[in-house]
DNA sequence: AACAGATTTTAGTCCCATCTAATTTCAAAT
DNA sequence: ATTTGAAATTAGATGGGACTAAAATCTGTT
């Protein structure tokens, strides 16, 4: 069994992929340690080939380091999905308590919630749940602030980084599935005026970098 | 927080307390480590006054220890319950599973499962659950074999040492609440038949050893 | 081409929790 | 009272995973 420290890199380094390579300084940032350690754990888990790793340039995963990443994924999500669904857990809340499961619950622990949660695709924030064959939906969701007046869109995923903005998502109701009308964006990076579940809102513009939509396209009716 | 080390050591020693002080022996073969291991952390637990400590004479609690030990064990109990009524696992997997998870879940989990199992006192195995403010019940159950010919006795608690053993209780359906009949006792500490459950079975003597029961007091019909 | 500043790595340390081997202490029996 | 065998402790080592301080490397700018 790798351990938990191992298991956190490689899911750090995972999430931090989508821009190339990864530099050690920005592992060191999201783990909140300092860039001597992830040097040297760089140096074992390319030893163990889990990572490809050239000094001063960066690290990428193996298909190995990968494979094991989407695996903690995997956990993290479904435990995700059912502290919220199966527990009652607030959305701000179900982070913390799924990073720390997710190292320790078992096969047959997953399964069982798996099986309870009807298989699901998406987690409470709307990001896709690895398959047990490490398969992961990509996704081209867009952040809101990128569309225009008039623009129907419907909300596919929130940033989980900010337990506080979860907070705040939650109690405004825009969460994964919402559809939402841009009413108006003020210029100059200015609050946006949107319209969904029967009423006008204003979101601050920062805030709409932060959730992920696409154009919803109407269906038709059957 | 301590350490999950720290907190193994704490259970253990809580558990094999009830025989007066515990040797480093006991405690090396209950955590499957060496003894020099057990006199290490002993002192390390001496210095942070959770265990009264005398070289070559054992250990004991102090109520700081006790306190927390006793969290740890109504954490374990707790989600042993869970796992076995919310997720329908197998007896003898609990207790596995409720080890790894004991250490990493949050109080909020903990009230949340506690809610929905109806504030819950006893575990799977019928050990009483620890409360949050560390009251535990005494309970004073006696191992089967103690027994004679024609007593009625309920079962209160199974030993959980032995998965194994578990699982053929689950199979035979002797679990806590059952009320069992002893029929005859084999001499020269033979088998013993049993009627309950509408029918005679015949379990063997050093299984009964591990099932706990009290004598069985009709009650009046109301 | 060389320098400045940021990034990264090296060198050396620390703490936790374990280990083995060697030694000490205890307690029971002669 | 001495011996002896078991139990416990000490001594010293190891690996994991973090740290700080110092040195090396990279990159962008002049």
Not at 84 to 113: N, T, Y
Not at 115 to 121: K, S
Request: charged share 30%.
């Amino acid at each position: 069994m790798l351990s938990q420290a191992i298991q956190d890199y490689l899911k750090t380094i995972y999430k931090l992929e989508e821009d190339g390579t990864v530099s050690t300084t920005a592992i060191a940032k999201e783990l909140n340690i300092s860039g001597a350690s992830v040097t040297g754990m760089l140096k074992r888990l390319a030893s163990m080939k889990l990572v490809d790793y050239n000094s001063y340039k960066g690290v990428r995963l193996t298909n190995e380091g990968r494979k094991i990443a989407l695996e903690i994924i995997r956990h993290h999500r479904l435990l995700e999905l059912y502290l919220r669904e199966a527990l009652g857990f607030p959305l701000e809340k179900i982070h913390d308590e799924a990073c720390r499961l997710e190292h320790v619950v078992s096969q047959d622990f997953l399964q069982k919630i798996e099986e309870i949660l009807g298989n699901p695709e998406y987690d409470p924030h709307g990001h896709p749940i690895p398959s047990k064959d490490g398969d992961i939906e990509i996704s081209n969701e867009k952040p809101l602030v990128n569309f225009r007046n008039g623009d129907v869109v419907i909300v596919k995923r929130l940033s989980d980084h900010d337990p506080q903005m979860l907070s705040y998502f939650e109690k405004m109701k825009i969460l994964p599935s919402t559809i939402i009308r841009i009413v108006d964006k003020a210029p100059f990076n200015g609050p946006i005026t949107v319209f969904f579940n029967g009423e006008s809102q204003i979101i601050g513009n920062e805030i709409s970098k932060n959730i992920f939509v696409e154009l919803y396209e109407e269906k038709e009716e059957n």
